[in-house]
């Protein structure tokens, strides 16, 4: 059977990671160029796990932003939904890497090219063609780009693509704490699929993440599952029928990038091969369990696309651990 169609829409970008681990910027002597951005993460890590993915955004026309492309295809991704920008840069981060591989984030984006994507730039038949379209919020803060993603949100619900929503909070990126609770809010009720980690969690609601009720206050009517991601912890789970928590794998934790964009990529894989896993208690916990295992390996290696795991790689994982 052939793989359904992941399209992922919103940034891709250039992440400057600092040669050394536990340094503030200003103390770093080198920086390995990186190719980030959640979205684009997402879509690298469906392809690497053997499915199909697209990717929709705008890049600067700028050796940077072709190099972005070029490491899409290299990927596996059709990136038949990128458009250049000849007016804007590709938007940089500047990544501090704390002493156990958590991150801090400095962005150059004023305006960065994936900002500008306007909605008349849209492939919409590639979104039409898709079985689930993912998307993040970071594409929500300003115009033209807010106008783009919520006109392919509607061209995805209007052609009965599942909905998946990673918000990935950069609070650096928007205006202040409550334009970022607000915007993030704004397109909650859409989704039938949502990711958030414990931090998020905490963030969205005021609240503590490790309790259910407070957890459960971000459910709403048309969500099929709600999962909530607790780093090295593992994730848990929440559905109309049923609730949980999955295990993680405890391995050294060098670069946390892009670990949230492993597991989602991975569960997104899971889930366009079998839809009924949203109503299925024991295949939701093994294609939670496998996208762990992604999540876990991905953070044993500097940078999110190259730290990307293979099937085998978080099989092997999942296997040490269990004996």
Same mark, same amino acid.
């Given at each position: 059977?052939?793989?359904?169609?992941?399209?992922?829409?919103?940034?891709?970008?250039? %992440?400057?990671?600092?040669?050394?681990?536990?340094?503030?910027?200003? !103390?770093?002597?080198?920086?390995?160029?990186?190719?980030?951005?959640?979205?684009?993460?997402?879509?690298?890590?469906? #392809?690497? @796990?053997?499915?199909?993915?697209?990717?929709?955004?705008?890049?600067?026309?700028?050796?940077?932003?072709?190099?972005?492309? *070029?490491?899409?295809?290299?990927?596996?991704?059709?990136?038949?939904?990128?458009?250049?920008?000849?007016?804007?840069?590709?938007?940089?981060?500047?990544?501090?890497?704390?002493?156990?591989?958590?991150?801090?984030?400095?962005?150059?984006?004023?305006?960065?090219? $994936?900002?500008?994507?306007? !909605?008349?730039?849209? *492939?919409? $038949? @590639?979104?039409?063609? =898709?079985?689930?379209?993912?998307?993040?919020?970071?594409?929500?803060?300003?115009?033209?780009?807010?106008?783009?993603?919520?006109?392919?949100?509607?061209?995805?619900?209007? =052609?009965?693509?599942? @909905?998946?929503?990673?918000? *990935?909070?950069?609070?650096?990126?928007?205006?202040?704490?409550?334009?970022?609770?607000?915007?993030?809010? /704004?397109?909650?009720?859409? =989704?039938?699929?949502?990711?958030? /980690?414990?931090?998020?969690?905490?963030?969205?609601?005021?609240?503590?993440?490790?309790? &259910?009720?407070?957890?459960?206050?971000?459910?709403? &009517?048309?969500?099929?599952?709600?999962?909530?991601? $607790?780093? !090295?912890?593992?994730?848990?789970?929440?559905?109309?029928?049923?609730?949980?928590?999955?295990?993680?794998?405890?391995?050294?934790?060098? $670069?946390?990038?892009?670990?949230?964009?492993?597991?989602?990529? #991975?569960?997104?894989?899971?889930?366009?091969? %079998?839809?009924?896993?949203?109503? &299925?208690?024991?295949?939701?916990?093994?294609? @939670?369990?496998?996208?762990?295992?992604?999540?876990?390996?991905?953070?044993?290696?500097?940078?999110?696309?190259?730290?990307?795991?293979?099937?085998? %790689?978080?099989?092997?994982?999942?296997?040490?651990?269990?004996?």
């Amino acid at each position: 059977m052939a793989s359904p169609l992941i399209v992922s829409f919103g940034e891709m970008l250039i %992440d400057f990671v600092p040669d050394t681990s536990g340094v503030s910027l200003a !103390e770093s002597t080198g920086f390995l160029k990186a190719p980030g951005g959640a979205p684009a993460n997402v879509a690298c890590a469906i #392809s690497k @796990l053997g499915g199909k993915s697209a990717f929709i955004g705008k890049v600067g026309d700028d050796e940077f932003g072709h190099m972005l492309v *070029n490491i899409l295809k290299k990927n596996g991704v059709n990136s038949e939904g990128v458009c250049f920008d000849t007016n804007a840069r590709t938007a940089l981060a500047f990544v501090t890497l704390k002493k156990d591989g958590e991150r801090e984030f400095m962005f150059y984006r004023n305006p960065s090219a $994936d900002m500008l994507l306007k !909605e008349s730039e849209l *492939n919409k $038949d @590639l979104i039409k063609k =898709a079985k689930i379209f993912h998307y993040g919020s970071i594409s929500l803060i300003s115009e033209p780009c807010r106008t783009a993603h919520m006109a392919a949100m509607k061209t995805a619900k209007d =052609a009965g693509v599942l @909905l998946s929503y990673d918000p *990935n909070v950069r609070l650096p990126l928007w205006p202040s704490s409550e334009a970022a609770i607000e915007g993030i809010k /704004s397109i909650w009720n859409e =989704a039938d699929i949502i990711k958030v /980690s414990d931090d998020e969690v905490t963030f969205l609601t005021g609240g503590d993440a490790e309790k &259910d009720d407070v957890v459960l206050s971000l459910m709403h &009517d048309k969500l099929k599952l709600l999962i909530v991601t $607790d780093g !090295e912890k593992g994730c848990r789970y929440y559905t109309k029928k049923f609730k949980g928590r999955i295990p993680g794998y405890a391995v050294k934790a060098i $670069d946390t990038t892009g670990a949230g964009d492993s597991f989602v990529g #991975s569960f997104l894989v899971s889930l366009g091969k %079998d839809g009924s896993i949203l109503n &299925d208690e024991g295949k939701l916990k093994e294609a @939670l369990a496998f996208a762990n295992a992604c999540g876990a390996v991905c953070t044993t290696q500097k940078g999110a696309i190259p730290a990307l795991p293979t099937p085998s %790689d978080a099989q092997q994982l999942m296997k040490s651990k269990s004996k």
